[in-house]
């Protein structure tokens, strides 16, 4: 059968995403090779593997070659299961996609097994993951797209949040040690953080993603919700909110003393508009 016609779209998104797919086919190998270079999977000066070849190589000669293979045919299940076991050998995260039982043990094997959820056997369905209810390579691509949107902004939920909280934290303790009163009352603080500090944070939970979104690289499995990177840009933005508070306070108190009142509320504008700006 001819490829889709949104395939072919959907394996470009994948290489700017720093994703690579693989074809693994029944198939003939001039076939499986002449669709493949249609769909850019392989390039010209390209080989396609097949089974027999396959059963003559060594697990640690697979494992040494897989990266330089696109593209394999006429394969049997235990030739599948091989190939992902190669590429995990390699340290990537593998998604296998099947339908028939033979697909079952390399989709079971794999860190994400899909399964076809019209052509695909219920062997399958129960070994794999997840389930493609369209049975579309690009819906693929769409639902990796959508997993970055949802993580990207899950981490400016967590970013905007905790650094509003640092700022804050640190706006009462500075002032503390300085022994000046408190730079904001208890009402101020609740009044923020439901107002200014949660329901902006809920919008940025909810934004469209980035123009960029599938242009990076995958993240490294181990990498933590908030890296290193992230966790000094929140506390240089706290320390920003706080010295902004400060400052906005120490303005109005230090010239008046007396008006304690009018310094808090100054502070509070200032602290409140500045979340809003971050935001």
Not at 59 to 69: K, N, P
Not at 104 to 126: F, Q, S
Not at 257 to 267: E, F, G, H, I, R
Request: glycine share 8%.
């Amino acid at each position: 059968d001819p490829p889709r016609d949104e395939v072919k779209e959907a394996v470009r998104k994948c290489r700017d995403a720093g994703i690579r797919p693989i074809m693994i086919t029944g198939d003939h190998p001039a076939t499986a090779l002449a669709i493949a270079r249609e769909l850019h999977i392989a390039a010209e000066n390209d080989r396609v593997v097949t089974g027999q070849e396959l059963n003559d190589m060594s697990d640690d000669d697979l494992a040494a070659a897989v990266d330089q293979i696109p593209v394999y045919a006429r394969v049997s299940a235990e030739h599948k299961l091989r190939v992902v076991r190669a590429w995990k050998s390699r340290g990537q995260i593998v998604a296998m996609t099947g339908d028939g039982v033979n697909d079952a043990p390399a989709v079971k094997a794999a860190d994400i097994g899909i399964a076809m959820g019209v052509a695909g056997t219920d062997v399958t369905k129960e070994a794999s993951d997840m389930v493609l209810t369209d049975d579309n390579f690009a819906s693929i691509v769409g639902a990796v797209e959508e997993g970055r949107i949802i993580y990207d902004n899950i981490q400016k939920f967590i970013q905007y949040l905790l650094s509003c909280n640092i700022g804050e934290i640190l706006l009462m303790f500075i002032a503390s040690l300085l022994g000046w009163p408190m730079p904001l009352l208890p009402i101020h603080l609740l009044w923020i953080n439901l107002v200014t500090d949660g329901l902006p944070a809920l919008a940025l939970s909810v934004e469209p993603g980035e123009r960029n979104i599938m242009r990076r690289n995958p993240r490294p499995p181990g990498e933590p919700v908030i890296p290193m990177s992230m966790a000094r840009w929140i506390f240089f933005q706290g320390v920003l909110v706080a010295v902004v508070g400060l400052l906005a306070f120490g303005w109005i108190y230090l010239r008046d003393p007396s008006n304690v009142a009018l310094a808090q509320t100054v502070t509070f504008c200032v602290v409140g508009f500045d979340e809003l700006f971050r935001a």
